[in-house]
């Protein structure tokens, strides 16, 4: 079986990417294995502190931050990290020739229920001329990214990724302690009768998102003629893993309850990695008015609505839109 050195090289990826992407993933195996022991670790319940967004942060998600920042940090290839868990940027190497990016434990409520979670990471140039403090460094649109993609803790530990070159899934092999490759050039069914959304927050969506949605509820009946099949993991990596995997929409959609929060996920290390993974899977990613990679942050914790997957499906959703 190839190993993830050999299909990063195939995808003409330059060294010093392969071996940031290596140390990353690193810290990736520890956290797979601390959450493998689960409470046996224990590292499960909440800590007293709250992170920028006023979550309670876990045990897990503080711990893992702290593993990746560490050995980002120590690798010399990094300039400056942001993190789901970090009010500010993280200044490492000044000569780094990187920004990281990364959600460190998605879909952190699932560690109390022994449920899907994951890392989730992008990664793009750091531009030469900025200070490894500067925020601004941060705000390029997804386009720019080199690499991204998720490692899912589940039954086997799972990493999609992408270096631009079609988007690969691996499963760590815990015997030799590798990633390998299990599925290359990953192809997402552009059809699918299967779609994942919160509808506890119906009444907080716009017109049409309550319309498309209608729609498909209506089923055989109604004017998509067809049944659909609904499923909602609650961690995004767990719902975008299984979209990848057998096709689907996801939405979390623009929100009316607070209008600087336009949606509940972020677009640096959630939204962004998520769509570049989908559209090399030949997939699509959109905000309901643009393409998410085209999106320019205008902070480092920015959210944005999501609606992502098969591509005729999410072209279908956005001609409610219009
Ligand atoms: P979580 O709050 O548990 O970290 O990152 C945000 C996220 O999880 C996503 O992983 C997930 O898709 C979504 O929020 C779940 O939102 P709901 O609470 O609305 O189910």
């Not at 309670?56 to 400056?80: E, F, M, P």
């Not at 009444?203 to 004017?223: M, S, T």
């Not at 098969?310 to 839109?321: A, F, P």
Request: net charge negative; hydrophobic share 35%; aromatic share 8%.
């Amino acid at each position: 079986m190839k190993r993830l050195n050999s299909q990063l090289q195939d995808d003409g990826a330059p060294m010093e990417l392969i071996l940031l992407i290596r140390t990353l993933l690193a810290g990736c195996k520890e956290i797979a294995f601390r959450v493998s022991q689960g409470a046996l670790a224990g590292v499960l319940g909440s800590t007293l502190s709250e992170n920028v967004q006023g979550e309670t942060q876990k045990k897990l998600d503080v711990i893992s931050n702290q593993i990746l920042k560490d050995i980002l940090k120590d690798s010399g290839y990094v300039k400056a990290i942001s993190s789901e868990e970090e009010d500010d940027v993280v200044a490492c190497n000044p000569d780094g020739k990187y920004l990281v990016s990364f959600d460190p434990l998605d879909g952190s409520s699932n560690t109390d229920i022994n449920s899907l979670i994951g890392t989730i990471f992008s990664i793009s140039h750091a531009p030469q001329w900025m200070k490894p403090d500067d925020p601004s460094a941060f705000l390029q649109p997804g386009t720019q990214s080199v690499a991204a993609g998720y490692v899912l803790y589940g039954p086997s530990a799972m990493l999609a990724m992408t270096t631009g070159r079609g988007t690969h899934l691996y499963t760590l092999d815990k015997t030799h302690g590798g990633f390998l490759l299990t599925k290359a050039n990953v192809k997402v069914p552009e059809q699918t009768s299967e779609f994942a959304i919160n509808t506890s927050n119906q009444r907080h969506w716009e017109a049409p998102i309550q319309n498309y949605v209608a729609d498909l509820l209506a089923g055989e009946d109604g004017p998509r003629g067809k049944d659909f099949n609904m499923r909602w993991v609650a961690a995004m990596v767990g719902d975008i893993h299984r979209v990848l995997s057998r096709g689907g929409i996801f939405l979390y959609p623009f929100d009316k309850r607070n209008p600087e929060k336009p949606g509940k996920l972020r677009l640096l290390y959630e939204a962004n990695p998520m769509a570049f993974l989908m559209e090399q899977a030949g997939g699509m990613a959109d905000t309901g008015t643009g393409r998410i990679m085209e999106v320019m942050p205008s902070e480092i914790h920015q959210r944005v609505p999501v609606l992502l997957g098969s591509k005729q499906e999410v072209q279908t959703c956005l001609d409610y839109y219009k």
